[in-house]
């Protein structure tokens, strides 16, 4: 079956801190994975993605690599911000009819200024 | 271009009562997606509408229902509830497009089961 793991939380960081959340998965043929971000209140925003082995997907400082021999998907920072203050959830989708999406537990992250 | 926007926002309901949520996807997507979020989880696939077709669905009994409309907006129903359907209720509008997968979701509406 599919499914995704990530280390829980919660993680507490002090500004400009280095941050890496592990996540791992298991799946049934190519999956794309994704890392998503829930601010407080808030729905689900899409933070990157990569789509194949070896892809790195980036936005706004947050990095992570598609790695297809490990199972894993690390999202990392290399130096965190207050407003970085939220839970990041990883994701696998695979086709299924249209596609199907599985999400890890979520992990919080607080920053300390 | 305007967003998902889902609604209610907050809701409460009583144990065997029904419940309709609704979603607006963003424009120009074709496929709407549910989950339910419980507290302090992650969010679980409910069922995917693709063309006003169900196009999968997930590990939910029937009383999980839902409806796409000609103008990609989107209905879940859910009857005879229960306490442990209190949850967020998430709606993610995207655009069948390949292998891209990429979903926009709304704010969500916390439901509350008494």
């Known amino acids: 079956g599919n499914s995704v793991t990530q280390m829980e939380g919660p993680v507490t960081l002090s500004e400009e801190a280095f941050l890496t959340i592990n996540c791992t998965y298991t799946?049934?043929?190519?999956?794309?994975l994704f890392w998503y971000v829930q601010y407080p209140g808030e729905g689900l925003q899409l933070l990157l993605k990569?789509?194949?082995?070896?892809d790195k997907g980036s936005n706004k400082g947050f990095e992570a690599t598609y790695r297809k021999e490990t199972t894993s998907f690390h999202l990392e920072k290399g130096s965190v911000q207050v407003s970085d203050s939220a839970v990041y959830f990883c994701?696998?989708?695979?086709?299924?009819?249209?596609?199907?999406?599985?999400f890890g537990a979520g992990t919080r992250l607080f920053v300390k200024a | 271009e305007t967003g998902v926007t889902q609604s209610p926002t907050h809701l409460i309901k009583t144990r065997g009562q029904q419940v309709t949520l609704r979603c607006s996807s963003q424009?120009?997507?074709?496929?709407v997606s549910w989950y339910q979020q419980a507290l302090g989880q992650g969010p679980q696939f409910i069922f995917q509408?693709?063309?006003?077709?169900?196009?999968g669905r997930g590990n939910f009994p029937p009383r999980f229902s839902g409806l796409q409309f000609p103008n990609y907006s989107s209905e879940l129903n859910v009857n005879a509830l229960e306490l442990d359907d209190s949850a967020l209720y998430l709606c993610?509008?995207?655009?069948?497009?390949?292998?891209?997968?990429?979903?926009?979701f709304g704010p969500g509406t916390r439901l509350t089961v008494t």
């Open positions: 994701a696998l989708s695979v086709p299924a009819g249209g596609f199907k999406t599985i």
């Open positions: 799946a049934t043929g190519y999956p794309s």
């Open positions: 990569a789509t194949k082995a070896d």
């Open positions: 993610a509008s995207s655009l069948a497009q390949g292998r891209t997968y990429e979903q926009y």
């Open positions: 424009s120009g997507h074709n496929t």
């Open positions: 509408y693709y063309r006003e077709e169900e196009n």
